[in-house]
Structures are given as structure tokens and as C-alpha cells.
């Protein structure tokens, strides 16, 4: 990270959100370039349920959304133990919360209420982001990014799960009124056009209010 980027950076701890196939790593990956910054993936492909759970997602449903919170949970813990001087920002491609808006959607509402119950026990311990990154793309936009991927266990994903997961997003960041920089990714193109990735370092190195702040790419 180059001095001036240092000067200016107001966020220490951002994360990246969005659906499946909104390209929350792909941004990851770029911001901690950027800012020389610590970088933590979600380890998706460790669960050993996931692709059980989208050729039933009935009955296997509540052990791939413990797993999941199990698995970030420890992710999350270790990066406070690590923390490290030298690099001052960290970028995540999740957001902790992730963990219950998935559940919401997946679990049947007993199942959801003990689940919760687990989350909130874990969540008390961690770190918040400073800051939320939120890639808001339509559905016919998210169904190709994932076809692009070629991802086997996705290519099945119905229209409709990615509408209800747009739907709890949308939903826990209204509500919860968090500082939030919301993107209409509809054209995003954060890899090969340096214009759109220039508005989100520079509405990073801004000093945010807490609610949404939208951005619209050219």
C-alpha cells in the first residue's frame, strides 16, 4: 500500500457481499491488491454438504448451514489472532451475518430459531466490518456469471432461491441501517474497466455515514 492510499483509507475492515455470482471475490481479490491489505475467502468448497444440499436441500439443508457457520466462524477467529501490523486493511468476500440470511432462506422455521440461537452465540465474539460492499446485479445477470464460472453444482440454481436470497439481502441492510456502500452491478466489469473499480476505492477512501450509499457504474 502506497503512502497517499494509506493517508487516505477510512476503512480498516471491509467486506464484500452480494448473491451468488454478483463477483464478490473477483472484487476481494482486487481491493487487496490495491491496499497490499489482507485477504480472507470463504472456503465454500471445504462443505462437504453443498452439493448434497442442492440435490436435496431438504435434508441436508441444516448441516451444510452449520458447517458453514463453523467453518467461518474459526476463519473469522483467526484473523484476529493474526492480525498483523504491517497490513492495516483487511478485505473479506463475506460478511459473518451471511451465516443467518442463508439459514432464513434454507431452514424450516424450528430448525432456523435453534440455528440462530447458535449464530448469535458466535457472532457476540467477533469483529464487525467498518464498512459493507454490497454488488447488487439482477437475476438473468447472476445466472450467467454463474454459467461463465461453470461451477457443476450450481448450474441448477433456480431463478427463484436467487430471487429470495436478493430479497433477505436487501431486506437485513435496510433494516439494519449499516454503513453500506450499495452497487448496482447490473454492467460491472471490476477486472478489465478501471473506471468502475475507481468508484469503489474512491467511496472508500471517503468518511461514510452510517445508511446506504449507492453507486452506479458507467
Do not use: W
Not at 459493507?132 to 456469471?145: D, E, G, R, T
Amino acid at each position: 500500500m502506497n503512502r497517499r492510499i494509506k493517508e487516505n483509507m477510512k476503512h480498516h475492515f471491509i467486506a464484500v457481499e452480494g448473491n451468488i455470482g454478483a463477483g464478490k471475490t473477483t472484487l476481494s481479490q482486487l481491493l487487496s491488491q490495491h491496499y497490499n491489505s489482507k485477504l480472507m475467502l470463504e472456503e465454500f468448497a471445504e462443505n462437504p454438504f453443498l452439493t448434497k444440499f442442492y440435490e436435496n436441500p431438504k435434508q441436508y439443508a441444516f448441516p451444510l448451514e452449520l458447517f458453514f457457520l463453523a467453518e467461518r466462524f474459526k476463519q473469522q477467529q483467526d484473523l484476529i489472532k493474526t492480525a498483523d501490523m504491517f497490513q492495516s486493511v483487511t478485505i473479506s468476500d463475506y460478511l459473518f451475518t451471511k451465516c443467518l440470511l442463508f439459514a432464513k432462506v434454507n431452514l424450516p422455521e424450528e430448525e432456523y430459531r435453534l440455528y440462530q440461537k447458535m449464530y448469535d452465540v458466535f457472532s457476540q465474539q467477533l469483529t464487525q466490518p467498518d464498512v459493507l460492499i454490497y454488488l447488487h446485479a439482477p437475476v438473468n445477470k447472476l445466472q450467467s456469471n454463474i454459467k461463465k464460472r461453470n461451477r457443476k453444482f450450481e448450474q441448477s440454481i433456480p431463478d427463484e432461491y436467487l430471487f429470495k436470497l436478493q430479497e433477505t439481502y436487501t431486506s437485513y441492510i435496510k433494516q439494519h441501517n449499516i454503513k453500506t456502500i450499495f452497487v448496482d452491478a447490473s454492467n460491472a466489469d471490476f477486472l478489465y474497466n478501471e473506471a468502475h473499480f475507481k468508484l469503489i476505492t474512491d467511496a472508500l477512501e471517503k468518511d461514510l455515514e452510517e445508511g446506504q450509499h449507492f453507486i452506479n457504474l458507467p
